[in-house]
């Protein structure tokens, strides 16, 4: 049995000026239930990572550690977006000596009162517990859709996804560290938490309706979110460019073959839609797999370069003379 362990509790946020503070009341609460069970030590902390938020997130966030110091923060020097934010968090966390961190989203659409139930799978030795959604009836249809189309090619392409698995999630402090000796700049968490192995369990929870502010997840994050998931995990799109080169080719011979035939028969007639369908199909082909290896060569590119993650701009409970 493991001792009341330091539990971080880490909240990315993107301009959440709406929420913050009401999410932070209900945080704090579940925070001193599991104080007074002795379920978590006392040095335990409530952790936000303010993502490059434009509105007074920070101010809340500055204003919250005044007021009590088990909220603190760090704030990235611009938006970097929820993997990278949640990734922060964790990192800062274990170097503050946390042995577990939970992540969670700061509008509390994850269940908080769930928590206590990763912790008892913490205790019980896991090192990674994984939050899974038990429906999905309070996102809109295009979501809900989109994502289940997403985790079935992303099994199709050989990625081995925690259905239905959201950033709610508990690690412990030698999983974060595995976690961080990733040096891809990619961070694509949902992918290589399952990845690094170690002793697991999910625990089930239910998601709620965001009670203020709007999603901070536009089209086109969740977008680059897809895209970075496929192209870090898998390079099957590569092979079906080869696929689609052979296939083509075959094509091609029979193709080959019956121009010669017709040609010997004497039938040489125009041939011209043959001949403008068989160039632009060609073409598009062409232009497709090229897009697809571009895609490659130019995240081998970025990650060549191994740039920082993000950088910490400040940090509350930091002394200023
Ligand atoms: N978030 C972030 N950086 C971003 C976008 C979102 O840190 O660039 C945070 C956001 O503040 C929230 C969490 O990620 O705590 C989930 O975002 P949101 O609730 O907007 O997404 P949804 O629940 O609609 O998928
Ligand atoms: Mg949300």
């Not at 028969?265 to 598009?284: N, Q």
Request: net charge neutral; glycine share 6%; with cysteine.
């Amino acid at each position: 049995m493991r001792k009341p362990a330091k539990l971080f509790i880490v909240l990315p946020c993107y301009n959440e000026e709406e929420i913050l503070e009401q999410s932070a009341r209900t945080v704090l609460e579940k925070y001193r239930e599991l104080l007074a069970e002795k379920k978590i030590g006392k040095k335990s902390r409530i952790l936000f990572v303010d993502d490059g938020s434009k509105d007074r997130t920070w101010e809340i966030i500055s204003a919250l550690h005044e007021e009590d110091p088990v909220f603190c923060g760090i704030r990235l020097s611009r938006n970097k977006g929820h993997q990278i934010a949640i990734y922060a968090g964790m990192d800062y966390a274990v170097s503050q000596g946390a042995h577990c961190v939970v992540t969670i989203d700061a509008d509390l659409q994850q269940d908080i009162d769930a928590l206590p139930r990763f912790l008892e799978k913490y205790y019980e030795g896991c090192d990674v517990v994984y939050g899974v959604r038990d429906s999905r009836d309070t996102d809109r249809f295009f979501k809900r859709t989109s994502a289940t189309i997403y985790y079935k090619i992303m099994r199709l392409l050989g990625c081995d996804l925690i259905e239905q698995s959201a950033d709610y999630r508990l690690l412990s402090d030698r999983a974060v560290k595995a976690l961080s000796s990733y040096k891809e700049s990619n961070l694509f968490i949902r992918g290589l938490v399952p990845e690094m192995g170690f002793q697991s369990d999910t625990v089930f929870f239910h998601v709620k309706e965001r009670e203020a502010g709007s999603s901070k997840y536009t089209l086109k994050k969740m977008l680059k979110l897809a895209i970075d998931g496929i192209t870090s995990f898998s390079i099957q799109p590569i092979r079906w460019v080869i696929l689609l080169g052979i296939l083509v080719f075959v094509i091609s011979v029979v193709m080959m073959i019956l121009t010669l035939v017709d040609h010997v028969r004497g039938v040489t007639v125009p041939g011209w839609s043959t001949l403008t369908i068989s160039i632009w199909f060609l073409g598009s082909v062409q232009l497709l797999s090229l897009g697809i290896i571009g895609e490659y060569v130019g995240r081998t590119y970025m990650e060549a370069k191994s740039r920082p993650r993000y950088f910490i701009s400040d940090e509350t409970g930091e002394e200023h003379d």
